[in-house]
């Protein structure tokens, strides 16, 4: 990306994707690489939510002597839309520098043991400043507040559990924060760009993330803290989605500094990923949601996607019809009996979940179709999470908001092949790819990422585990799923009929309504 500014170009990395490498540009710049983003009301403390977003994907954790880090002339941010208006109306954004306690005279990131977080022999460590930011102005929530290092290893650091808890940091205003290192939590196996698990759905069951870790930001703060108005009784629903920027440079003085450039961006996952065409990426990342619905390239690859096409042509399944308002409703409006689809027609998936126009206090005039993930806070958390969300009748999974345990790459391969409007899942794919949870459990206290692996991941296990290693984190205690999300359930029921899944349908009273039609 170039722009100029008084006859002075500036110029950045553009790296401009998300989501584990997807971009052309990103896989150049992986500390600005935004990889997931996650939304849940949280099980302990169900009067907050949680909100978590990753970067630096496929971190070995093998990886010094400099091992992993934020970079430092970068915003990371989560942005919050809850009008409806496809722009930020609260932005959370965490600014890292570097404590570098090194002189010259040493290679290693800790010369001894490392207990604390300020234990001297941990020679580097960064610390950050959380902003919140709004239109009425900005305001400090945390400063100075130090990431956890990343896990060198048991002898290094043989309690990682305690330097995870250490780093969890009170906000102001209520909440809690983290930043540091944590296992990758998105599970899948990424063969799927192998002609769609090998041609002949043989490779499967693999989690390729399995044993690398990711950068993550985590923070919790009340409901009403997000809601338009501070009612999140009155409007529930939030759009979210991650941003990072880097300070461009000055190419006639050669000097870093510049103003700060979008690089990447990511609300839903596998979205730039699956829609976009390869030579649209790019721009998706440098833009912003209130862009998508101008976007004519954005839109006709929803409403016309490609890999239905494709599974069309390598299974023989044939492809839903088109236009695919279905998907118009789940990544560009949210879902809901009088979304505004873009052709004016009636919104195919008659149930009201996770669209702004919902909110009491939302002008539906100004109303603007934007790429988000969108979260309704007041669905209730309840004992029995299904991993397939809403296509699972479990109202408070993806694509409303999206939990750790949520199974995306399954969810998405089914609503790509119409099963969000027909209500019936394709039994040709109705194993996705056979990855069904993460390869280690999440936790149930905030911030509920698994601790990082210590484990080479060519010492993985074909099971997912690590051989000889401790998972999840160097000599601590892993976290336990006991007390994770438990997920609200109605709206029909995935029975589960040896190696197949048979939608039973039904309605439950939980303030949520659905209709599902045919597309034929």
Same mark, same amino acid.
């Given at each position: 990306m170039v722009a100029s500014t008084g006859g002075t170009a500036l110029v950045t990395e553009v790296a401009d994707a998300s989501s584990h490498r997807e971009a052309p540009l990103i896989a150049g710049d992986p500390k600005v690489d935004n990889t997931d983003v996650y939304a849940f009301v949280s099980p302990d403390k169900q009067d907050t939510v949680t909100l978590i977003a990753n970067w630096l994907p496929f971190q070995e954790p093998n990886g010094g002597p400099n091992f992993y880090f934020f970079q430092t002339d970068a915003h990371?941010?989560?942005?919050?839309?809850?009008?409806?208006?496809?722009?930020?109306?609260?932005?959370?954004?965490?600014?890292?520098?570097?404590?570098?306690?090194?002189?010259?005279?040493?290679?290693?990131?800790?010369?001894g043991v490392v207990n604390n977080l300020n234990d001297p022999t941990l020679l580097?460590?960064?610390?950050?400043?959380?902003?919140?930011?709004t239109e009425k102005g900005s305001r400090e929530l945390v400063k100075d507040a130090i990431v956890a290092p990343s896990d060198v290893g048991p002898a290094s650091m043989p309690n990682y559990g305690q330097l995870r808890s250490q780093a969890v940091t009170p906000v102001d205003g209520g909440g809690l924060t983290y930043a540091g290192q944590a296992e990758d939590p998105f599970f899948l196996d990424l063969r799927v760009f192998d002609?769609?698990?090998?041609?002949?759905?043989?490779?499967?069951?693999?989690?390729?993330?399995?044993?690398y870790n990711v950068q993550s930001v985590a923070l919790q703060v009340p409901k009403s803290a997000l809601a338009l108005n501070g009612d999140d009784a009155k409007n529930p629903v939030v759009g979210i989605w991650s941003a990072t920027s880097k300070a461009s440079i000055d190419v006639k003085d050669s000097k870093d500094g510049g103003e700060q450039v979008q690089v990447s961006r990511l609300g839903n996952p596998l979205v730039n990923e699956l829609v976009p065409a390869a030579n649209q990426k790019d721009a998706f990342n440098a833009s912003t949601p209130a862009d998508d619905a101008t976007n004519q390239a954005l839109v006709n690859r929803v409403l $016309? =996607?490609?890999?239905?096409? /494709?599974?069309?042509?390598?299974? !023989? +399944?044939?492809?839903? &019809? $088109? =236009?695919?308002?279905?998907? /118009?409703?789940?990544?560009?409006? !949210? +879902?809901?009996?009088? &979304?505004?689809?873009?052709?004016?027609?009636?919104?195919?998936?008659?149930?009201?979940?996770?669209?702004?126009?919902?909110?009491?206090?939302?002008?539906?005039?100004?109303?603007?179709?934007?790429?988000?993930?969108?979260?309704?806070?007041?669905?209730?958390?309840t004992a029995n999470p299904n991993r397939l969300g809403v296509l699972g009748g479990d109202f408070q999974g993806f694509p409303n908001g999206r939990r750790l345990a949520d199974d995306v790459v399954d969810i998405e391969l089914q609503a790509f092949e119409g099963a969000a409007q027909t209500g019936v899942l394709v039994p040709a794919l109705a194993a996705g790819d056979k990855v069904n949870t993460n390869n280690v459990p999440f936790g149930s206290t905030f911030p509920y990422l698994a601790l990082p692996s210590n484990v080479a991941v060519n010492q993985i296990d074909v099971d997912g585990m690590p051989s000889g290693g401790v998972p999840g984190g160097a000599g601590g205690t892993a976290p336990t799923a006991t007390g994770w999300v438990r997920i609200a359930s109605g709206l029909g029921a995935v029975a589960f009929l040896g190696a197949g899944f048979v939608l039973a349908r039904r309605r439950q009273q939980i303030g949520l309504t659905s209709t599902p039609i045919s597309t034929n």
């Open positions: 990371y941010d989560i942005n919050i839309d809850n009008d409806g208006d496809a722009v930020a109306d609260l932005t959370y954004r965490w600014v890292f520098t570097n404590d570098d306690k090194r002189d010259g005279t040493t290679f290693l990131y800790n010369n580097f460590k960064q610390r950050y400043t959380l902003t919140e930011i002609l769609i698990y090998g041609a002949n759905l043989s490779e499967r069951g693999q989690d390729t993330l399995a044993g $016309t =996607p490609e890999l239905p096409q /494709v599974i069309q042509a390598i299974y !023989g +399944i044939p492809a839903p &019809a $088109t =236009p695919r308002n279905d998907l /118009v409703e789940i990544f560009l409006t !949210g +879902i809901a009996k009088n &979304a505004p689809t873009l052709d004016g027609s009636t919104p195919p998936i008659q149930a009201d979940l996770n669209s702004q126009i919902l909110n009491g206090d939302v002008d539906p005039k100004n109303f603007v179709p934007s790429e988000e993930l969108r979260l309704n806070m007041s669905v209730p958390v």
